[in-house]
Structure formats: structure tokens, C-alpha cells
């Protein structure tokens, strides 16, 4: 089932359907019925996050240094939508688009009393 977000891959021998959420599963599923998928262990990054937080020394199963430079190309991605056919040009350093400045205003915002994001540390 489609119904849900999931990732395709296809293969020579038929294509494996990974859910966000849920057990992977291989189609077509008569060609794979006594196929036995292997354990994937027990990642739970909900939990490695809060022992990090609690422990300080815990091992992490996501990888920060991927995940946020991911995370801003997905939000870059957003912006993007707002300037259709138009290249925004992306200064990670300063973390700022260079040549169309009213992109800008799209990445951050003016928060209301009481609600502000200060910075950590």
C-alpha cells in the first residue's frame, strides 16, 4: 500500500517497499513468501536521543553532521518554491541567499513576545 510514505526500490527480481513507519516488505510477495527479512536490530533514535540528552556519552543512531545539512536542503527546497524559475544561489557559511535577498525573509521570522529562539549555550 501506497498510503503512507515509503520508498521504492526496484530491482531484476521484483521491488522492496520501505515504510516510514512499519516493516519493509517484498513484491511481488508471492516470489518472496518464504524470504525472510533480516532483523534490523533495535535503533530507536527517540531513545538514543534522549539518553544522549541524559547520559551525555550516549551513542547517537542519526549522524547530525548528514542530517543537518539534509535538513537545510529540504528547507532551501521550501523556499525555493516561493521563486519559481529563478536559481537561488546558497551561502552555507553565512548561511544566506546570495542573489535574490527578498528569499531571505523565508528563512527566518519574527516571533511574538514571549516566544523568541535564543541560542544554546
Not at 27 to 55: I, M, Q, S, T
Not at 78 to 88: E, G, Y
Request: glycine share 8%.
Amino acid at each position: 500500500s501506497l498510503l503512507q510514505p515509503a520508498s521504492m526500490l526496484i530491482g531484476e527480481k521484483g521491488y522492496l517497499l520501505v515504510p516510514h513507519w512499519g516493516t519493509p516488505k517484498l513484491y511481488p510477495e508471492k516470489d518472496f513468501a518464504r524470504y525472510e527479512l533480516p532483523d534490523p536490530g533495535k535503533a530507536n533514535h527517540y531513545h538514543d536521543w534522549v539518553d544522549a540528552c541524559l547520559e551525555g556519552n550516549a551513542e547517537l543512531s542519526d549522524n547530525f553532521a548528514y542530517a543537518g545539512p539534509l535538513s537545510e536542503a529540504v528547507q532551501l527546497g521550501n523556499v525555493a518554491v516561493r521563486f519559481p524559475r529563478q536559481t537561488l544561489e546558497w551561502d552555507a557559511a553565512a548561511l544566506r541567499i546570495t542573489n535574490v535577498p527578498e528569499a531571505n525573509a523565508f528563512l527566518t521570522k519574527e516571533y511574538r513576545d514571549g516566544w523568541a529562539v535564543t541560542a544554546a549555550g
